[in-house]
């Protein structure tokens, strides 16, 4: 029974260790890949400590033009899903009794709808009715499609959320308004809109999230203002490099100090309001909390992380970094170039050099005991990185069947010896 | 502050789709009166209030106040001011601000409105809360505070829909005289709408009973409770013995009925029904317990019974009693320090005054 119990525990610590690796895990190794100075994002073999990535980010056109993009797309589809979706939970909640269901069900299509379609018809319609006026230029902007086209969808989540707030007012309230003498227009402002006001900012973060992280309906309407999440997925096609790891870095942390400052708020609110004890043996302030500590605790980390940027510099580190580096590859060159020549010799001595097969490069014949040739020996891929295509490397002996395409030395190299 | 104007429902409907909510209501309502809508729950009282603050319009009729036609005044338009059933004070607003929401709606200072809102806070007696929530009120003080809201509009009509039914007894006649004090002190027409009779009988001048849609009778407290008009209002307000029968003589506004299982008993004829019963009508007769009396009276006041139980209620002896074929009476004798102390199963005679005791014809009982 004991033991039974035990291995419970341990089963279902592995479990969480498992769920949060799985949750946390590509967060981290990508917010340390930031800090490294390798051209690509990667954290093995680490090179060095390095900020370099956030200059480079701050200095990059297209992303920063990206995120200027996906803000002011972010702000236009706040302020219209939040009023549509106001405007409609509204009516579904206030209005029509008989059609409740109907309406409700139209309401909340687009959330089912790929996104994809609503791209694709958001771009036909609008640009079918830009024509049918005669070409009116701001109906096939960018921005305006994109922010038509992700409220469309974005509204309906909008509308979840009022609608649960609106089910917990007592239209009596108005009512009584009403009965004071106010308009309906007072009586809205004054006693719907303050009841609202949690539902209304929760859903305004809700729907710039869900905007701000947007692609698949943007992809077809961003025109000529691509947004932060079409940019990274140019870069990707492009190569990328760790600046992209610093944003993420940026992001997360915004992200989780929020959340955490948030915490801390509702916490002193019941505290204030009595729903929790503060604990012994601690500063007032802290109340033993974790949300605090943890708020403090980033908050000099960020500072502390300011200060030291301002004087450190990795430029030693990365000389010897680069000097070791450039030594491994003049070994291996020469490793390669003895084996080659070792291979011609052996090929001159055998004697099997035919007719027809002359016009081919030696050392592929020296290679031919490959199935593939010498499509991938290591000279020839370290010419084709060297032109850029940045594909794959194989210099060391390929352990998988991939060969070592992911590892990121292998592109560094690739860059490197095109540098050179 | 103002003084009280008239209301004066004239024919009013209130249909909602086939259902008739009202029929044919007609009351005219002094101004400066308490008058009050007393009928059991869902007979249409909050229906009539909110066709006088202006929530919905009736099908038929007008509602007149101080003498102008209301048709297509909303709520906001009218010299009206409602307490709701569940008080509906703003829970986001502090008190001062919820008592003097008219006078923000209407344009007056934060200054101005905390000045009245004091002066109100003092006539409820809660001075210095108004920065208080109302979540942080007492339900008498949410009450309270629902009535200084109402007030500030300074209307000429004040209407209130059973403010005090969620309160508990004591403090619920506590409000009650303290309501009653409030209304003569600004002398404006409150109407008031409730299903507990005690309530309606102690605050009113006037008091309309409802039945299903219908006014039965509209009078003063002791013409409701000594001359109900109908048997419903008989039955519905106070206790009351009822006896059945037929008409068997008519002497003016006297009748005397054979009834099923107590013989012949001599009434008064109720004043709405003088000179409509004939000899041979259904009829019912009521005498309230506490018009009963033990011993031999005259011949036609007279009923014989079994004690069934006696029960002590402090000012009062309740006597439950089983007359001819198990009829069922209840009979009050106040407690004037000799306890009546009938033996259970004793044959007992009884009587009553024939002017106490009053005859209709026959109609629907209000269901217990
Ligand atoms: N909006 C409405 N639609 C349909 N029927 C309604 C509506 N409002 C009220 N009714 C009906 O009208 C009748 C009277 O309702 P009303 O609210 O006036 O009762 P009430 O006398 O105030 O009862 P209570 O003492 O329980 O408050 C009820 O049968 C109710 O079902
Ligand atoms: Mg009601």
């Not at chain 1, 009586?187 to 209304?200: E, G, N, S, T, V």
């Not at chain 1, 990365?318 to 080659?340: N, P, V």
């Not at chain 2, 027409?189 to 309530?199: A, L, M, N, P, V």
């Amino acid at each position: 029974m004991k033991s039974n119990i035990l291995f419970g525990r341990i089963a279902l610590g592995v479990y969480f260790l498992i769920f949060f690796g799985y949750l946390i895990g590509p967060l981290v190794v990508m917010g340390l890949t930031a800090f490294n100075s390798a051209a690509f994002p990667s954290i093995t073999p680490w090179q060095c400590f390095t900020y370099e990535w956030f200059g480079e980010l701050f200095k990059d056109e297209r992303i920063l033009n990206g995120i200027k993009n996906s803000f002011i797309v972010g702000f236009g589809t706040v302020i219209l899903s939040v009023s549509i979706g106001l405007a409609a939970s509204l009516v579904l909640t206030q209005v029509w009794a008989k059609w409740r269901s109907t309406y409700y069900t139209i309401i909340i299509a687009p959330i089912l709808i790929p996104g994809v379609v609503i791209g694709i018809s958001t771009l036909v319609f609008w640009r079918k009715v830009s024509d049918s006026l005669g070409g009116v230029a701001f109906m096939n902007n960018g921005l305006f499609l994109t922010i038509l086209g992700q409220s469309t969808f974005i509204a309906s989540y909008c509308m979840l959320v009022f609608v649960a707030r609106l089910q917990r007012f007592d239209p009596g309230l108005t009512e009584a308004a009403l009965d004071l003498g106010a308009s309906h227009t007072q009586a809205f402002r004054k006693i719907l809109l303050p009841f609202m006001r949690p539902a209304i900012a929760s859903a305004a973060v809700l729907a710039f999230l869900a905007s701000f992280e947007n692609y698949n309906t943007t992809t077809f309407t961003f025109g000529s203002y691509p947004t932060l999440t079409i940019e990274l997925s140019q870069m990707v096609r492009y190569g990328i490099n760790p600046s992209i790891s610093a944003l993420a870095v940026i992001i997360v942390a915004i992200t989780v100090f929020g959340a955490l400052a948030l915490e801390v708020y509702r916490r002193r609110t019941k505290l204030k309001a009595g729903e929790i004890k503060p604990a012994k043996g601690l500063p007032s302030w802290l109340y033993g909390n974790i949300a605090t500590i943890l708020l403090v605790l980033m908050s000099f980390t960020v500072i502390g992380m300011l200060s030291t940027a301002q004087s450190y510099s990795p430029q030693q580190c990365k000389a010897d970094f680069r000097e070791a580096r450039d030594l491994e590859t003049r070994l291996k060159i020469e490793a390669l170039q003895a084996a080659r020549a070792a291979a011609l010799a052996e090929a001159a001595a055998n004697g099997e050099a035919t007719e027809d097969a002359g016009t081919d490069a030696p050392a592929e014949q020296g290679g031919s005991s490959g199935a593939f040739g010498g499509v991938f020996a290591p000279t020839n891929l370290e010419d084709a990185a060297g032109q850029g295509d940045g594909a794959s490397g194989g210099a060391a002996a390929p352990a998988s069947p991939f060969g070592n395409v992911f590892d990121p030395t292998n592109l560094e190299d690739a860059s490197g010896t095109s540098g050179n | 502050m103002s003084s009280g104007v008239d209301v004066n429902l004239e024919n009013i409907w209130i249909k909602f789709g086939d259902f008739v909510a009202v029929r044919e209501a007609n009351v005219n309502i002094k101004g400066g009166d308490f008058f009050s809508f007393l009928g059991p729950s869902g007979c249409g009282k909050t229906t009539i209030l909110r066709a006088v603050s202006g929530f919905l319009n009736p099908s038929e009729g007008r509602v007149l106040i101080g003498g102008k036609d209301m048709a297509g005044l909303g709520p906001n338009k009218r010299p009206t001011a409602l307490i709701f059933q569940n008080l509906a004070l703003f829970p986001l607003m502090k008190i001062w601000e919820n008592i003097t929401f008219s006078m923000e709606v209407a344009g007056a200072s934060a200054v101005e409105r905390r000045k009245r809102a004091d002066e109100l806070l003092d006539m409820i007696a809660l001075p210095g809360q108004g920065d208080k929530f109302p979540s942080e009120l007492s339900g008498g003080q949410k009450q309270r505070v629902a009535i200084a809201r109402a007030l500030c509009a300074e209307p000429d009509v004040l209407l209130l829909d059973e403010p005090l039914s969620a309160l508990d007894l004591k403090l619920r006649q506590h409000m009650r005289t303290e309501l009653r004090e409030i209304q003569q002190r600004v002398g404006i027409t409150f109407i008031y709408i409730t299903h507990d009779q005690g309530e309606a009988l102690t605050m009113s001048d006037s008091v309309a009973v409802m039945r299903a849609g219908v006014i039965d009778q509209i009078g003063d407290g002791h013409a409701v409770y000594d001359t109900p008009a109908t048997p419903f209002v008989a039955s519905f307000v106070g206790e009351n013995n009822v006896f059945r029968g037929k008409v068997s003589a008519i002497n003016g506004d006297e009748a005397t009925i054979t009834s099923n299982r107590s013989g012949e008993l001599l009434s008064k004829i109720t004043p709405t029904a003088v000179g409509k019963m004939k000899v041979g009508d259904d009829a019912m007769m009521f005498v309230r317990p506490e018009m009963l009396q033990m011993g031999e009276g005259d011949a036609k006041s007279t009923i014989s019974a079994k004690v069934l139980n006696e029960e002590f209620e402090g000012n009062t002896y309740s006597i439950y009693l089983e007359g001819e074929g198990g009829k069922q009476i209840k009979m009050a004798m106040p407690n004037l320090g000799n306890d009546p102390h009938k033996a259970k199963g004793d044959m007992v005679s009884f009587n009553y005054n024939a002017n106490n005791a009053v005859v209709m014809p026959a109609g629907d009982l209000a269901s217990e």
